[in-house]
T-cell receptor, first 109, second 117 residues
């Protein structure tokens, strides 16, 4: 079973700061997902990637398959980015997800 | 499409009672997943279906848990009898298949918060 580790567990930053959340995993995967969970509890998929880099607005996700590591970056952070960010790996092409414990991000005005 | 729909949103029940959680996936999605989230263990996969057939139920904690998908638009997760340690948020998610027969991003329902007292 894949071991998915995220860091940091908690992060508090000021509005406008550049944010980085890291994710490492123990065995090869077919894809990695970044998810966002807001205080209301709903989960939204941000990215699914199997190589390289993806960008959506102020969010950037990268993955290094050889090093089994992924990062999620938020540029020009805003209080509305406050949420729990969860990294999840997918083993085979049609497997369920294995999740990290999440990073609780708070952006202060 | 309205997205993945779960019901009820909240459920409070007494220990020993039967609990049924319901999920309507997004139309056309081939895969349906049931996940559980607790403070201690985070999110965990319980079971998933492909075209209404259970593929992997190794995450189902005990025989008290069962899941069915009688058709492409409906799935249930049943706990009988329920115990306080089953208290958690239960999420249903669905995913479509690509032409390469791999799933793409997961679309989550809003979850059902279950409290067993």
């Amino acid at each position: 079973k894949n071991e998915v580790e995220q860091s940091p567990q908690n992060l508090t930053a000021q509005e406008g700061e550049f944010i980085t959340i890291n994710c490492s995993y123990s065995v090869g995967i077919s894809a990695l997902h970044w998810l966002q969970q807001h205080p209301g509890g709903g989960i939204v998929s941000l990215f699914m990637l199997s190589s390289g880099k993806k960008k959506h607005g102020r969010l950037i996700a990268t993955i290094n398959i050889q090093e089994k590591h992924s990062s999620l970056h938020i540029t020009a952070s805003h209080p509305r980015d406050s949420a729990v960010y969860i990294c999840a790996t997918q083993g085979g092409g049609a497997d369920g997800l294995t999740f990290g414990k999440g990073t609780h991000l708070i952006i202060q005005p | 499409d309205a997205g993945v729909i779960q019901s009820p949103r909240h459920e409070v029940t007494e220990m020993g009672q039967e609990v049924t959680l319901r999920c309507k996936p997004i139309s056309g999605h081939d895969y349906l997943f049931w996940y559980r989230q607790t403070m201690m263990r985070g999110l965990e996969l319980l079971i998933y279906f492909n075209n209404n057939v259970p593929i992997d139920d190794s995450g189902m904690p005990e025989d008290r848990f069962s899941a069915k998908m009688p058709n492409a638009s409906f799935s249930t997760l049943k706990i009988q009898p329920s115990e306080p340690r089953d208290s958690a948020v239960y999420f249903c998610a669905s995913s479509p298949l690509t032409l390469r027969r791999t799933i793409t991003e997961a679309f989550f329902g809003q979850g059902t918060r279950l409290t067993v007292v």
